[in-house]
């Protein structure tokens, strides 16, 4: 989630954008499954859809940098240990959200994450 009001403020600031991407309950996530029960993911659908509306459709294998490779270049900058989330972007057609709406992130294979703006 982004705040676009918080982001676009501070780089008119000339500041860094975090805090558009950083205030609380800015990153909903669900359960974690370890790849020894899922696998690797190479490949698969993944969705987000408001109201029921699909908003942003894509599929794994579609990414610049494969799961493998981002988890391999950001080791050589961080210590990385099981658990640890890693936010990668998303598809295009990112877009605005309000109070009321049902937002419904889905990955093949896994369960979907849904949520609604309060």
């Given at each position: 989630m982004t705040r676009?009001?918080?982001q676009r403020g501070m780089?008119?600031?000339?500041?860094p954008w975090e805090i558009g991407k950083s205030f609380d309950h800015s990153a909903p996530i669900g359960p974690l499954f370890?790849?020894?029960k899922v696998?690797?993911?190479k490949e698969g659908n993944i969705q987000l859809s408001v109201n029921g509306v699909?908003?942003?459709k894509a599929d794994l294998k579609q990414m610049i940098w494969s799961v493998a490779e981002q988890i391999?270049?950001?080791s050589e900058a961080n210590e990385l240990f099981p658990?640890?989330?890693i936010y990668s972007g998303t598809p295009e057609n990112v877009g605005p959200v309000v109070r009321g709406d049902v937002i419904r992130c889905q990955i093949q294979k896994l369960?979907?994450?849904v949520m609604k703006i309060v």
């Open positions: 676009r009001d918080l780089g008119d600031q000339k500041k370890p790849v020894s696998g690797h993911f699909v908003k942003q391999v270049k950001l658990g640890d989330i369960p979907d994450l």
